[in-house]
């Protein structure tokens, strides 16, 4: 069946420094991956999509890599601020189905 | 401002009763979805809707029900059968498309539902 993992454990880095959050996705390959973010108490917010055949995107501070071979996703947001802190989640989608599938998420802890 | 709304914020339901979480949006979108976030894990599919009058059952639907009888309202109906209800249930909306992954969704900011 379908497995997303994304790290549980808690992304602590100081403001300024760059956080790297991972997305691995088995058994299928999405043409499609979301990223977002979701505060505590607050419905999730769409950062990007990245489709398969794009190797990278980028938006502001943040950065998302697709690397189908690994079956994995990288998210980077540099120059990291206090205000980034929050839990990310990702969602690898199959093209056959109608729905997201979401990751669990990782919470990210920028200190000042 | 378009967005979606939910209510109410905190529900809490009594053994054996139904409740009835509403989700209204003004986005104009076609596709609306319930879905289900339990601490430590991913949200769940519910239900999705892609058009008026037209509902599937997602990966989760037992003890669910919904309606859709206009474009912006997607009421999801926890009933007495859900033995587990206590969660934060949220609903998002999405532009009409064939495939689900290719266009962002929009979500409201949650029902959370405990059982008294």
């Known amino acids: 069946s379908q497995k997303i993992e994304q790290n549980s454990e808690a992304l602590n880095i100081q403001e300024g420094k760059t956080a790297t959050l991972t997305c691995n996705y088995t058994n299928y390959s999405p043409a499609y991956l979301q990223w977002y973010r979701q505060d505590p108490g607050r419905g999730p917010v769409f950062l990007l999509l990245i489709r398969e055949n794009e190797k990278e995107k980028r938006k502001e501070r943040l950065k998302v890599t697709f690397d189908t071979t690994l079956k994995q996703s990288l998210f980077h947001v540099t120059a990291s601020q206090p205000a980034d802190s929050a839990t990310y989640l990702c969602?690898?989608?199959?093209?056959?189905?109608?729905?997201?599938?979401f990751g669990s998420g990782t919470r990210l802890q920028v200190q000042p | 401002d378009g967005g979606i709304t939910q209510s109410p914020k905190y529900l809490f339901r009594k053994e054996g009763q139904n409740v009835t979480l509403s989700c209204e949006q003004n986005?104009?979108?076609?596709?609306m979805y319930w879905y289900r976030q339990d601490p430590g894990q991913g949200l769940r599919l519910i239900y999705y809707s892609q058009i008026v009058n037209d509902f599937q059952k997602g990966d989760i639907a037992e003890g669910y029900s919904v309606s859709r009888e206009k474009k912006e309202s997607f009421p999801l109906t926890v009933t007495s059968a859900q033995k587990n209800p206590t969660a934060f249930y949220l609903c998002?909306?999405?532009?009409?498309?064939?495939?689900?992954?290719?266009?962002?969704?929009?979500f409201g900011d949650g029902t959370r539902l405990s059982i008294l």
């Open positions: 998002a909306s999405q532009t009409g498309g064939s495939q689900g992954g290719n266009q962002p969704q929009h």
């Open positions: 969602a690898p989608t199959d093209t056959g189905r109608r729905a997201l599938t």
């Open positions: 986005l104009n979108h076609d596709a």
